[in-house]
């Protein structure tokens, strides 16, 4: 039986609406709103997986997807889980929220989490449309993307671990990071996420909706660029890093990887 799509996502949506209500009742006690990003890649999964018990589609297709979401946002939870969650004190951009909010905090933290389960409805898109494609799996075309996602998702490992590595030494404590990755880009992990999301749309290339896959890298990337991502971590960055971080703006690319410019 042929399940609507729509009602699909609907359905998704309405799951991700209660799981973000209790995550936000989590945080109030944790005081630590970066678990609504933990919550945002747990839902993701979650929300593909029961794409690929229902949906259409072909069985090789579908194991493939289910092994591409549980890698992708898997790594990615746990590494924001004990980067910023697991006895950690709450992340500065929140924390700077927390400030500009006022009194009226809690009520603004809890739209932000049920703006989390919009997005896994969103970002769930791309999942959908790879699944229910009906061309025979593993095309060539299925599996240049295939190769996009892994460049990606191993790029933005590394550079999670590099800056990882560089913060856990003392005296890196206010330097920038310049190792690895982070020569070639400010934001190396953001960059690399935004490729991952063009994996998605090559997989699904001619594919009935395939359209809707550019939801990820258009969404990712303006929430990245112009949000969530990059502006508020350069402003974070100058006020932790003073000039070593404003030397850093002159001579990297702030999100394109390429050789820095002569200081």
Not at 25 to 38: E, G, K, P, T
Not at 160 to 169: G, I, P, V
Not at 195 to 201: A, G, I, R
Not at 211 to 238: F, N, R, Y
Request: aromatic letters at 16%; charged letters at 15%; hydrophobic letters at 50%.
């Amino acid at each position: 039986m042929t399940v609507d799509p729509l009602r699909l996502v609907l359905a998704a949506y309405l799951a991700m609406v209660v799981f973000m209500a209790v995550l936000w009742a989590v945080q109030l006690r944790l005081r630590n709103a970066s678990i609504a990003d933990v919550g945002w890649c747990a839902g993701l999964i979650g929300t593909v997986l029961w794409y690929v018990g229902q949906a259409a589609g072909e069985a090789e297709r579908k194991l493939l997807v289910s092994i591409l979401v549980s890698l992708y946002a898997g790594r990615l939870g746990f590494y924001i889980l004990f980067d910023r969650v697991i006895g950690k004190s709450e992340d500065a951009r929140y924390r700077r929220l927390r400030q500009q909010w006022g009194e009226r905090a809690g009520l603004f933290m809890f739209g932000y989490f049920q703006l989390q389960a919009i997005a896994v409805a969103a970002f769930s898109l791309p999942f959908l449309v790879v699944i229910q494609n009906p061309r025979p799996p593993f095309g060539l075309i299925e599996l240049v993307g295939v190769l996009i996602w892994l460049a990606a998702v191993a790029g933005e490992a590394a550079a999670d671990w590099q800056l990882a590595t560089f913060r856990s030494k003392p005296w890196n404590r206010d330097r920038v990071c310049r190792d690895g990755l982070w020569y070639f880009s400010r934001h190396p992990n953001y960059f690399f996420e935004w490729l991952h999301w063009w994996s998605y749309v090559v997989m699904a290339l001619g594919a009935p909706g395939w359209p809707l896959t550019l939801i990820g890298p258009i969404g990712m990337g303006w929430a990245l660029t112009k949000v969530t991502g990059i502006p508020p971590a350069e402003e974070q960055g100058v006020r932790s890093r003073g000039d070593d971080y404003r030397d850093y703006q002159r001579t990297t690319n702030a999100f394109f990887p390429w050789f820095p410019k002569r200081p």
